[in-house]
């Protein structure tokens, strides 16, 4: 009994028709969305390839640029632009580039925690990229300038964030989440 008093509920609110009106709209994202998969994914040999081939050979900037860019960046990306699909579609191009910021930031941030941080606050061993002699920012241009290229990623992020025509605040507390962490 209860149940179906939900139901009745949810069905007599205003927001369930007019999503329902919207709804064709809405679905009409599915086929993009899922390019944005698919394309994702048939790079990820791609991906694994060009970060394998730089364990053992010392990257440039442009090459870890390159790498950060289709191992994280790709993924990021695709994730940001599905939600601008939803979100508003006028701004799937800054979505993109967000996504690619933020993957870029992620993996230099990464690099570092990999020298710096804590193996039990992160759930994984320190010192796996110095032992698989990967190419790492730090490696490249050590701690404090990695940390510097990273803010300046995360930064363009959200200068980027903020030129966007929806509500913004939960895309900041998440980005500034990384420096209550730090």
């Given at each position: 009994m209860?149940?179906?008093?939900?139901?009745?509920?949810i069905?007599?609110?205003?927001?369930?028709?007019?999503?329902?009106?919207?709804?064709?709209?809405?679905?009409?994202?599915?086929?993009?969305?899922?390019?944005?998969?698919?394309?994702?994914?048939?790079?990820?040999?791609?991906?694994?390839a060009?970060?394998?081939?730089?364990?053992n050979?010392?990257?440039?900037?442009?090459?870890?640029?390159?790498?950060?860019?289709?191992?994280?960046?790709?993924?990021?990306?695709?994730?940001?632009?599905?939600?601008?699909?939803?979100?508003?579609?006028?701004?799937?191009?800054?979505?993109?580039?967000?996504?690619?910021?933020?993957?870029l930031?992620?993996?230099?941030?990464?690099?570092?925690?990999?020298?710096?941080g804590?193996?039990?606050?992160?759930?994984?061993?320190?010192?796996?990229?110095?032992?698989?002699?990967?190419?790492?920012?730090v490696?490249?241009?050590?701690?404090?300038?990695?940390?510097?290229?990273?803010?300046?990623?995360?930064?363009?992020?959200?200068?980027?964030?903020?030129?966007?025509?929806?509500?913004?605040l939960?895309?900041?507390?998440?980005l500034?989440?990384?420096?209550?962490?730090?």
């Amino acid at each position: 009994m209860a149940a179906s008093e939900d139901l009745r509920l949810i069905f007599s609110k205003p927001s369930f028709w007019s999503w329902r009106e919207t709804a064709p709209e809405r679905l009409s994202v599915i086929p993009r969305a899922t390019e944005l998969v698919s394309k994702e994914a048939q790079f990820k040999p791609k991906k694994s390839a060009l970060d394998i081939e730089f364990e053992n050979k010392k990257a440039n900037r442009k090459e870890l640029d390159l790498i950060h860019h289709h191992k994280t960046g790709d993924l990021i990306s695709a994730s940001m632009q599905m939600g601008a699909l939803v979100a508003n579609v006028d701004d799937l191009e800054m979505f993109k580039e967000i996504g690619y910021k933020i993957g870029l930031a992620f993996q230099i941030q990464d690099d570092i925690l990999d020298v710096v941080g804590n193996s039990e606050l992160l759930g994984k061993n320190v010192g796996s990229d110095i032992e698989n002699n990967k190419s790492t920012y730090v490696t490249l241009m050590g701690v404090a300038k990695s940390q510097e290229i990273a803010d300046c990623y995360f930064n363009e992020a959200i200068t980027l964030i903020n030129k966007l025509k929806i509500n913004r605040l939960t895309s900041r507390k998440i980005l500034s989440f990384r420096e209550t962490k730090s």
